[in-house]
């Protein structure tokens, strides 16, 4: 006779206060209700907000078979996905956790590389507030930068001058 495992809650992701009036169930666990996956397109110079990449369902990843392997997509156009973290603060809403992931798609051999793992760890990061973006190209940079300020420019006035500096070079 088997015997059944046990069910274990390890990962959950729920919305809004987990421990709202009480400390049981939940505590702990993880909201991602204000994170935003911003995808740049490198080659167009474009970003644009596409929810779907929290689960790997965006447009530009549909369709897609991702490889960790960078040599085995020769042709792959390139992308990054941001993850952005909003907090609130005492002057307002602001960019707290941003963190870029690498993402290449050749879409007429429907392959892609990317590192799961590293996007996963990236979200983590985000969501933890911290900034890591000293790896994008300086185009791309731009691009997000850009895009942030245009999104909200009183979020990024009040956003940490460590994701101005790593965004823009030194202020």
């Known amino acids: 006779m088997e015997e059944k495992k046990k069910k274990t809650i390890g990962f959950n992701i729920i919305k809004d206060d987990p421990t709202d009036g009480h400390r049981g169930f939940g505590a ?4 991602l209700e204000n994170v935003s996956p911003v ?3 490198v080659e167009a110079g474009e970003a644009f907000v596409d929810m779907g990449a929290m689960h790997a ?33 005492e002057d307002g809403p602001y960019y707290a956790g941003v963190t870029a992931c690498e993402m290449t798609v050749d879409r007429e051999a429907r392959r ?15 969501l933890k507030r911290h900034i890591i973006v000293d790896h ?8 997000l930068a850009d ?10 006035n009040r956003s940490s001058d460590e994701l101005k500096k790593g965004l823009e070079g030194e202020l």
């Open 28 to 31: 702990g666990a993880l909201s």
């Open 39 to 41: 995808i740049i397109d």
């Open 57 to 89: 369902r965006s447009a530009v990843e549909r369709g897609i078979k991702f490889l960790p392997d960078r040599s085995a997509v020769p042709n792959g156009k390139p992308y990054w996905i941001v993850w952005v973290t909003i907090e609130r603060g």
């Open 112 to 126: 892609g590389y990317k590192l799961l793992p590293e996007h996963v760890n990236r979200l983590d990061k985000s």
């Open 136 to 143: 994008m190209d300086a185009k791309s940079k731009r691009v």
């Open 147 to 156: 895009f942030l300020k245009g999104h909200d420019i009183d979020m990024w």
